[in-house]
């Protein structure tokens, strides 16, 4: 069956370090969405994708980057780790039909100390 | 920028009620909302989606109905089951093109508990 994964599940890292947050999906969608998830905000849009070398900058992109090099994979990377990125992160994607139905991976639990 | 918003964040029912999650949203060029559930420790599920076009869309046990006079989107869980029992955004977006695309507005999210 076709799902969208991420990897690490849990990552613990210090303040200042590089972080790569793996995303990979099978459904073969052109669209791929980063979001962070934070108590008291909700879903919040970090980056997006509408295809191969394609990539945009959403509401709270500062401080995290994405490549899109195929169709599969949407990997976001935090430059310098701060704390205020301590968060779960969430990966989705989406057919070009019908961009805004989503479909999420389980999440990554990512901890800046 | 415009946003989704819920009018309650926690609603606790008994086991076979209804339940109705309420959400307003402010962006009129949306022309697509979607319910997502979320389980603790899972990423948002897909419920059900309705189109700006109608107002009234049921699924198995769910219902959604959209009011664009009042902007208002509305949720109801038919008997509902303690394994509803989740965090439920509402979300709108764009389908037809321009700058908001294919993004997707999240509200705050209703705690849903249901109780045996």
């Known amino acids: 069956d076709a799902e969208i994964t991420q990897s690490p599940r849990h990552k613990i890292t210090e303040t200042g370090r590089q972080v790569t947050l793996a995303c990979h999906q099978t459904w073969n969608h052109n669209n791929m969405f980063w979001y962070r998830q934070d108590l008291g905000h909700g879903l919040r849009l970090i980056h997006y994708s509408y295809g191969v070398q394609d990539t945009n900058k959403g509401e709270v992109s500062d401080g995290y980057s994405v490549s899109r090099s195929n169709t599969e994979d949407l990997p976001l990377t935090l430059e310098s780790a701060a704390s205020s990125q301590t968060s779960v992160y969430f990966c989705a994607s989406s057919e070009s039909s019908i961009a805004v139905k989503q479909s999420f991976g389980p999440g990554t639990r990512l901890t800046v100390l | 920028g415009e946003s989704v918003g819920l009018h309650l964040p926690t609603l606790s029912v008994q086991e076979g009620d209804n339940s109705i999650i309420n959400c307003a949203y402010s962006?009129?060029?949306?022309?697509?909302f979607i319910w997502y559930k979320q389980e603790s420790g899972k990423g948002p599920q897909f419920i059900i989606d309705i189109r700006s076009n109608m107002d009234k869309r049921q699924g198995q046990r769910v219902t959604v109905l959209l009011n664009k006079t009042v902007k208002h989107l509305s949720l109801q869980i038919a008997a509902t089951q303690p394994g509803d029992s989740a965090v439920y955004f509402c979300?709108?977006?764009?389908?037809?093109?321009?700058?908001?695309?294919?993004?997707?507005?999240f509200g705050q999210g209703t705690i849903l508990t249901v109780h045996p």
């Open positions: 979300a709108d977006g764009e389908v037809r093109g321009g700058t908001s695309y294919g993004k997707l507005t």
């Open positions: 962006n009129s060029a949306s022309d697509y």
